[in-house]
C-alpha cells in the first residue's frame, strides 16, 4: 500500500500511500487504508469482515504508526501488542524496544509494563559486543544512556523507568526468538515473570 521510490524516500517510513490509496490514523493510533488493493470481504465470514474493514472501505492494518507532514508512513507498532499501565497510558514497546536494541551492546529488549505503575525493560547483552559480568559499572552506563536516549523520542509516561540486564542473550537455539529472530514475548513473559515482578516491587 505504500512505497519509497529512488526518488521520494524518507529512511524510518515505509513511503507514501501508492496512487489510488488513502490512508489515516484512528484515534486510537491505528493506521487505516482505503483503495483499490483492499479487499472486499473474507470468504463466508461476514463478522470476520466486519472486524476489520468499515462500511466505507476503510481497513484496519493492526499496526500502530503514524503520517508525517510530507505523507509519508511511519510503523511504530503492532495495536494487538500495546501495553496499558496501570494508569491507563497506552504504550507501544516496538518503538521503544527498536531504540533500546540500536546500540551496540544491546540484543535484545522486551519493554514490559502492562498493568504496572510505569514501563520497564529486560535486556540482553550482545556477547561478541561485551563479554565482561553484566554488572559492569561500564557496561550499566552504557546501556543507561541507551534507555535514556529512546525515553528522548517518548512522553514520560511511557519512558523506561527501570531495567534489568539478563543474565543470557535470547536465540532461537534457546527457544526465545523465531526463526525470523522475533522476541517469543509470551514465552519470555512466563519464564521470567519472577524477575519482571521484582522489576514493580524493588
Known amino acids: 500500500m505504500t512505497v519509497n521510490t ?3 524516500i524518507k529512511v524510518g517510513t515505509v513511503g ?5 490509496t488513502d490512508v489515516k490514523v484512528a484515534d486510537d493510533g491505528e493506521l487505516l487504508f482505503r483503495g483499490g488493493q483492499v479487499f472486499t470481504t473474507y ?8 472486524s476489520v474493514l468499515s462500511a466505507d472501505g476503510w481497513f484496519s492494518t493492526g499496526d500502530l504508526g503514524d503520517v508525517d507532514s510530507d505523507g509519508f508512513v511511519k510503523i511504530t507498532g503492532r495495536k494487538k501488542e500495546i501495553l496499558v499501565t496501570a494508569g491507563g497510558k497506552n504504550v507501544a514497546p516496538a518503538q521503544l524496544e527498536d531504540l533500546v536494541r540500536a546500540h551496540p551492546y544491546v540484543s535484545q529488549c522486551l519493554v514490559v509494563g502492562d498493568g504496572k505503575p510505569f514501563i520497564a525493560a529486560l535486556v540482553t547483552i550482545d556477547p561478541e559486543a561485551f563479554s565482561g559480568p553484566h554488572d559492569d559499572p561500564k557496561l550499566l552506563a552504557e546501556v543507561q544512556k541507551a534507555v535514556d536516549e529512546a525515553n528522548t523520542q517518548v512522553s514520560r509516561a511511557e519512558s523506561i523507568r527501570k531495567f534489568v540486564i539478563m543474565d543470557d542473550d535470547w536465540t532461537e537455539v534457546n527457544g526465545y526468538l523465531t526463526p525470523s529472530f522475533k522476541v517469543k514475548r509470551n ?6 515473570h519472577d524477575q519482571i515482578e521484582a522489576l514493580f516491587t524493588r
Open 187 to 192: 514465552r519470555i513473559m512466563e519464564d521470567f
Open 43 to 50: 470468504w463466508q465470514n461476514d463478522e470476520a469482515t466486519a
Open 16 to 20: 507514501r500511500p501508492l496512487p489510488g
Open 6 to 8: 529512488p526518488d521520494q
